[in-house]
């Protein structure tokens, strides 16, 4: 779940799409709500999906929720490598953020649905001091990430 958190908060904190992409305030709300959109409706859909295959006994229950993790993870890391070589062609890069975060949806079937899993009793618990944990990356990362570019610029000098 940690992996996920950090996944999505490089998503949100890549900066303002008015400052980056020079749009207007109308434009850049209506481009930055695709991807949430879609990331509803992959939710919704891998939710179905999973509830599907593990009711049919296609697959285990351990096996769709290690795949929709797997998926969560790798397809997200994918379209964010590949905005990184299109260059200046804004509509390509927003195309392939909208994907990253939609197909990180895959994860709410997948790791975070876990804890229900492991402990049916208790899930909401575990979910809870789980989630606590992972959040540390949106406050910890740009903290240590200060402290380890001060360390360099010091080493510099």
Do not use: H
């Not at 096996?63 to 997200?76: E, Q, S």
């Not at 240590?144 to 010091?154: D, E």
Request: proline content about 4%; hydrophobic content about 50%; glycine content about 10%.
């Amino acid at each position: 779940m940690y992996t996920t958190k950090v996944g999505r908060e490089y998503r949100i904190k890549r900066g303002p799409i008015s400052l980056t992409l020079l749009y207007n305030y109308l434009q850049s709300g209506m481009v930055s709500s695709v991807p949430f959109i879609l990331q509803w409706v992959f939710t919704v859909a891998s939710g179905y999906i999973s509830d599907v295959i593990i009711r049919r006994r296609i697959r285990s229950v351990v096996f769709v929720r290690k795949m929709n993790t797997a998926i969560g993870l790798f397809i997200p890391a994918f379209f964010v490598v590949l905005a990184g070589y299109v260059g200046c062609d804004v509509i390509a890069v927003v195309i392939f953020f909208s994907l990253s975060v939609a197909f990180g949806a895959f994860a709410v079937p997948g790791c975070k649905a876990n804890a229900s899993d492991v402990s049916p009793k208790y899930g909401g618990i575990v979910f809870g001091i789980s989630n606590t944990i992972a959040n540390m990356a949106g406050f910890l990362g740009p903290q240590v990430a200060g402290i380890l570019l001060q360390q360099g610029i010091q080493k510099k000098n």
